[in-house]
Structures are given as C-alpha cells and as structure tokens.
C-alpha cells in the first residue's frame, strides 16, 4: 500500500513537471512570435524595429535628419 501511494505521488510530480515544462516553452514561442521585424537605416545601416523608422523614398531611416541627408530633401 506504501509502495502505491509512493508511486502516486511521483507520477503526480512528473506530470506537474511536465506540465510546467509545456506552459513555460508556450509562453517562449508567444515571445518569439510578437518579435518585431528589423530594419536597417539607408544612412548609417543602424538596425532598429520597423515600426519605429523613418520611411522615405530611397528606404528607411532611423530619424527625419538621416532621410533629409540622404535624400536631399
């Protein structure tokens, strides 16, 4: 009888082990996924995330002063 509940109880461990496992790599592929795209500015090839550049019409920039120097504008 021993023996059983002994055997209940790691088998329960492992599951719990498991199972936190599985929720911790879930919640590392959510993370890779809301991942931004990086850009490179056409200027002074810094990477920066897409949503924070600068666009114009020969690239992307990382700011307005970069697109005025590059592009002449």
Known sequence: ???????LVLLF????????R????AQTDQAQRRALP???CAHCQLHLPGQD?????QGQYCSAAHRR?????
């Open 1 to 7: 009888m021993k023996l059983l509940v002994l055997l």
């Open 53 to 57: 550049a600068v666009v114009g019409r």
């Open 22 to 25: 599985r929720q911790a790599d």
């Open 69 to 73: 120097e590059a592009e002449g504008t």
């Open 38 to 40: 990086m850009v490179r």
């Open 13 to 20: 461990g492992v599951w719990l082990w498991r199972r936190g």
